[in-house]
């Protein structure tokens, strides 16, 4: 996930770093003692599935069909993520020659799936059925797939332990302060069954088996708006962990080389279950059975599928209801960074990202990858060329730039107006500085 500006403790200047926080970077935005840099706005959004074929002009037609086309398919096997990110306000000082501190608030909703049959949930939701090859067969099959929503206030601290005078090591660190908003999620386990056509319009799902959980949490997704993502249900703790090496120049506008690595988004969000769609059913449809699509299921929203299962109690036998709160890890990654300036003009970074989540149920994820971003840097404007490789999302060339105060990038704003892609990202960013 991109992640901008000076304010939420990056390089200066730093734009389509494919990294989270690192708290310790706050020491490298600010220089001298009452240094500070403010965070306006920062606004992320990035979507990716190893199924995808998107291209950046189709952005603003992202509904439900175009996701099921595109981003899901129906002909293969689906995994992949998407995230909307609202940075700011947030702000970081150097209160003390060794001492700097920072503050940072998010918005952040995040979507993650893995082993979705897209031609089962095409089935499901087409009102006007597509031509395809009968009886489907699916066996053994494991979808898992959730909706989070939560926001966020992060103080953080770094303090350099080695002060020398062509180079700084800094540790830092920053505890946040987790609300939750909202969360949805459905997994299907030990999944068998058989779509089979009747008429020109009506397809059913026949002789199934397996198990399906749901858990739903504050305001449904199928309601949501702005008053969800201002109301907290429970609160969690969280943190960010982040150790910098920096061999500095002469002035701020000329590191020579910076070595990073950081432990991001540990902890968990606490969510309180709505016990109406909080429940876990054997499936049980036997082969003289079927539970017919077609926009039959008036109410199968996402964050409502247990009124359907509740419809058919002969086919959806219930065996439990959820906890009354559980916890949904936060997507915990690795981050490792290098920054190599060759003249004062040009420049490399390497960013790398190891995603240590377990992919699970109650687990949000971020894929693994590596971005390497040529840099060319001018007082007024600075350009790079960041080039990735991301788990699921494969290849992407990006381009992005940066003006006075404002932040434009993309890592796949090339590659996905040249060709069809698995990942786009975009980035927007407004930042006020003091020096």
């Given at each position: 996930?991109?992640?901008?500006?000076?304010?939420?403790?990056?390089?200066?200047?730093?734009?389509?770093?494919?990294?989270?926080?690192?708290?310790?970077?706050?020491?490298?935005?600010?220089?001298?003692?009452?240094?500070?840099?403010?965070?306006?706005?920062?606004?992320?959004?990035?979507?990716?599935?190893?199924?995808?074929?998107?291209?950046?002009?189709?952005?603003?037609?992202l509904n439900g069909p175009y996701i099921r086309?595109?981003?899901?398919?129906?002909?293969?096997?689906?995994?992949?993520?998407?995230?909307?990110?609202?940075?700011?306000?947030?702000?970081?000082?150097?209160?003390s020659p060794r001492f700097s501190v920072s503050?940072?608030?998010?918005?952040?909703?995040?979507?993650?799936?893995?082993?979705?049959?897209?031609?089962?949930?095409?089935?499901?939701?087409?009102?006007?059925?597509?031509?395809?090859?009968?009886?489907?067969?699916?066996?053994?099959?494991?979808?898992?797939?959730?909706?989070?929503?939560?926001?966020?206030?992060?103080?953080?601290?770094?303090?350099?332990?080695?002060?020398?005078?062509?180079?700084?090591?800094?540790?830092?660190?920053?505890?946040?302060?987790?609300?939750?908003?909202?969360?949805?999620?459905?997994?299907?386990?030990?999944?068998?069954?058989?779509?089979?056509?009747?008429?020109?319009?009506?397809?059913?799902?026949?002789?199934?088996?397996?198990?399906?959980?749901?858990?739903?949490?504050?305001?449904?997704?199928?309601?949501?708006?702005?008053?969800?993502?201002?109301?907290?249900?429970?609160?969690?703790?969280?943190?960010?962990?982040?150790?910098?090496?920096?061999?500095?120049?002469?002035?701020?506008?000329?590191?020579?080389?910076?070595?990073?690595?950081?432990?991001?988004?540990?902890?968990?969000?606490?969510?309180?279950?709505?016990?109406?769609?909080?429940?876990?059913?054997?499936?049980?449809?036997?082969?003289?059975?079927?539970?017919?699509?077609?926009?039959?299921?008036?109410?199968?929203?996402?964050?409502?599928?247990?009124?359907?299962?509740?419809?058919?109690?002969?086919?959806?036998?219930?065996?439990?209801?959820?906890?009354?709160?559980?916890?949904?890890?936060?997507?915990?990654?690795?981050?490792?960074?290098?920054?190599?300036?060759?003249?004062?003009?040009?420049?490399?970074?390497?960013?790398?990202?190891?995603?240590?989540?377990?992919?699970?149920?109650?687990?949000?994820?971020?894929?693994?990858?590596?971005?390497?971003?040529?840099?060319?840097?001018?007082?007024?404007?600075?350009?790079?060329?960041?080039?990735?490789?991301?788990?699921?999302?494969?290849?992407?060339?990006?381009?992005?730039?940066?003006?006075?105060?404002?932040?434009?990038?993309?890592?796949?704003?090339?590659?996905?107006?040249?060709?069809?892609?698995?990942?786009?990202?975009?980035?927007?960013?407004?930042?006020?500085?003091?020096?």
């Amino acid at each position: 996930m991109p992640n901008l500006l000076v304010a939420q403790n990056l390089y200066d200047k730093s734009f389509v770093n494919q990294l989270a926080i690192n708290p310790a970077y706050a020491s490298v935005a600010n220089r001298d003692v009452n240094d500070w840099t403010a965070n306006i706005v920062s606004f992320q959004t990035d979507i990716g599935s190893n199924t995808g074929a998107m291209s950046f002009w189709d952005l603003a037609r992202l509904n439900g069909p175009y996701i099921r086309d595109r981003i899901l398919t129906t002909s293969r096997i689906s995994t992949g993520q998407g995230n909307v990110t609202l940075f700011g306000p947030g702000i970081s000082a150097r209160v003390s020659p060794r001492f700097s501190v920072s503050a940072t608030t998010a918005i952040r909703l995040f979507s993650n799936y893995r082993g979705l049959d897209g031609r089962l949930i095409s089935e499901i939701g087409e009102y006007v059925k597509v031509q395809q090859e009968y009886p489907y067969n699916m066996a053994n099959r494991e979808m898992r797939m959730d909706l989070a929503a939560f926001s966020e206030f992060a103080p953080g601290l770094s303090y350099d332990l080695i002060q020398q005078q062509d180079y700084t090591v800094s540790l830092g660190g920053a505890l946040k302060l987790l609300m939750s908003n909202s969360h949805t999620s459905i997994a299907l386990s030990g999944f068998n069954g058989t779509v089979n056509r009747y008429n020109s319009y009506l397809t059913a799902l026949n002789d199934a088996t397996g198990a399906v959980t749901t858990q739903t949490s504050g305001r449904l997704f199928d309601d949501f708006g702005a008053g969800a993502l201002l109301s907290a249900q429970k609160l969690s703790l969280g943190g960010n962990l982040g150790f910098v090496f920096k061999h500095l120049g002469k002035d701020i506008e000329s590191h020579d080389f910076i070595f990073a690595v950081s432990l991001i988004d540990i902890g968990s969000v606490r969510y309180k279950s709505d016990s109406a769609y909080t429940k876990s059913y054997d499936i049980n449809i036997g082969e003289g059975e079927g539970l017919f699509f077609n926009n039959n299921f008036k109410n199968s929203n996402f964050s409502k599928t247990t009124l359907v299962f509740d419809k058919y109690p002969g086919l959806f036998q219930k065996t439990s209801s959820g906890k009354q709160t559980y916890k949904v890890k936060l997507p915990t990654s690795l981050v490792v960074q290098l920054y190599a300036r060759y003249n004062k003009q040009l420049g490399v970074r390497l960013n790398g990202r190891i995603g240590l989540s377990k992919q699970n149920q109650d687990d949000l994820y971020s894929p693994s990858g590596l971005m390497l971003e040529p840099v060319y840097d001018r007082k007024k404007i600075q350009i790079s060329l960041p080039i990735s490789y991301y788990r699921y999302m494969g290849f992407g060339m990006g381009v992005a730039f940066k003006t006075g105060n404002l932040t434009f990038g993309s890592q796949t704003l090339l590659s996905s107006m040249i060709t069809k892609s698995g990942h786009l990202d975009l980035s927007l960013a407004i930042e006020l500085k003091k020096r």
